[in-house]
């Protein structure tokens, strides 16, 4: 069985650098009025998983950044990477050319 992940966007500057976290505690599309009045143009999406379950993404996974991005673009908001994270394996979407 395995357990739940924790998912947070985190709105970067300019330079991709964080400058606030919003964690998503049921659906993503309750941060985007957050996401819309910070006026920055870059979100990264955090995945957090157990540590006994793999980093790499699922089909699911990979269906949920690509709407984000959907949902995101004509808001003028870019994802930067989505990464997820599983004990101390990482995953970046960017990485591995699935944005």
Do not use: E, K
């Given at each position: 069985?395995?357990?739940?992940?924790?998912?947070?966007?985190?709105?970067?500057?300019?330079?991709?650098?964080?400058?606030?976290?919003?964690?998503?505690?049921?659906?993503?599309?309750?941060v985007?009025?957050?996401?819309?009045?910070?006026?920055?143009?870059?979100i990264?999406?955090?995945?957090?998983?157990?540590?006994?379950?793999?980093?790499?993404?699922?089909?699911?996974?990979?269906?949920?950044?690509?709407?984000?991005?959907?949902?995101?673009?004509?808001?003028?908001?870019?994802?930067?990477?989505?990464?997820?994270?599983?004990?101390?394996?990482?995953?970046?979407?960017?990485?591995?050319?699935?944005?």
């Amino acid at each position: 069985m395995s357990g739940p992940s924790a998912f947070a966007v985190t709105i970067l500057d300019n330079r991709w650098r964080p400058r606030r976290i919003l964690p998503v505690r049921h659906h993503w599309t309750a941060v985007l009025p957050d996401l819309v009045v910070d006026g920055h143009n870059w979100i990264a999406l955090i995945q957090r998983r157990p540590p006994h379950q793999a980093a790499s993404p699922g089909p699911d996974d990979i269906t949920l950044t690509r709407a984000i991005i959907r949902s995101v673009r004509p808001l003028d908001l870019r994802v930067a990477d989505h990464l997820i994270a599983a004990g101390d394996q990482w995953f970046s979407f960017r990485a591995a050319g699935l944005l």
